[in-house]
């Protein structure tokens, strides 16, 4: 399995971003729902990253500039890939290549239910801590903020 930089359109990595974009808009009311498609994610200058396994595209993940930081933006993995340790390689290179850019830190939103539970423990377990809203994010019941210092 290889994590790399994705800077030219591929099928594997636009499948698991409208997925995850698909799944992020059924899980969360608009209001609270931050999740950016694929264009989106380009036009703010993020920088995207996958995890193949051969040809096999298994997981995705972004990092979007934050002033002097990062912001680290649509992680997934697919389900039926879940449980080997795809989303801690991606994530582990993303923290990576935010210490390589000399950002400061890495911050994240993501969702405060049961169905993210695994998401937030995942960021804990990297050492992520929680933290108040960050940027133009604002206190939400549905969304928890966390931070890493690089």
Do not use: N
């Not at 950016?36 to 993940?61: F, W």
């Not at 400061?104 to 929680?130: I, V």
Request: hydrophobic share 40%.
């Amino acid at each position: 399995m290889i994590v790399e930089r994705v800077d030219h359109p591929d099928a594997g990595v636009t499948a698991i971003l409208d997925r995850h974009y698909a799944l992020m808009r059924s899980q969360s009311p608009e209001e609270s729902c931050h999740v950016m498609t694929a264009e989106e994610l380009r036009a703010s200058g993020a920088s995207l990253y996958c995890l193949r396994d051969g040809e096999k595209v298994l997981g995705i993940g972004a990092l979007k500039p934050f002033g002097d930081d990062v912001e680290l933006k649509s992680m997934h993995t697919l389900a039926e890939a879940r449980g080997r340790g795809v989303a801690r390689l991606i994530l582990d290179h993303l923290i990576d290549v935010g210490r390589a850019s000399d950002a400061r830190a890495m911050y994240l939103e993501t969702g405060s239910k049961d169905h993210h539970a695994a998401a937030r423990t995942l960021y804990e377990r990297a050492g992520f801590d929680y933290c108040p809203p960050f940027g133009d994010y604002v206190e939400d019941a549905e969304t928890v903020f966390m931070c890493r210092t690089l």
